[in-house]
């Protein structure tokens, strides 16, 4: 069954944080290391960070030293740490596989930063 569940957005201020989260449970995908991805208005979804099977993290060079990928196993829930946000940071967010994301995809949680 292939179900994925985002939360956490919102609407908040440049230099201002948020936790997403992705709850896998009860889904194939909560047998495979996974990702979180997003589309702006206007662009293509793009890969916004990542963890390997060996436990490497990847980030875009857009996020790296503010955005942090991590995970509870027990909880089969992923989490994407996003600290001073800024307005280039605007989509909707999405979890999937990772590095090769499935064809299915959640709702997504959507990620407005503004004044």
């Known amino acids: 069954q292939a179900r994925l569940v985002e939360s956490g957005g919102g609407l908040v201020q440049p230099g201002g944080s948020l936790r997403l989260s992705c709850d896998t449970s009860g889904s194939i995908f909560s047998l495979y290391t996974m990702g979180w991805y997003r589309q702006a208005p206007g662009k293509q979804r793009e890969l916004v960070a990542g963890?390997?099977?060996?436990?490497?993290?990847y980030y875009v060079d857009s996020v790296k030293g503010r955005f942090t990928i991590s995970s509870d196993n027990a909880l089969n829930t992923w989490y994407l740490q996003l600290n001073d946000l800024n307005p280039e940071d605007t989509a909707v967010y999405y979890c999937?596989?990772?590095?090769?994301?499935?064809?299915?995809w959640g709702q997504g949680t959507q990620v407005t930063v503004s004044s």
């Open positions: 999937n596989r990772y590095p090769t994301p499935l064809s299915f």
């Open positions: 963890i390997n099977n060996g436990g490497t993290p």
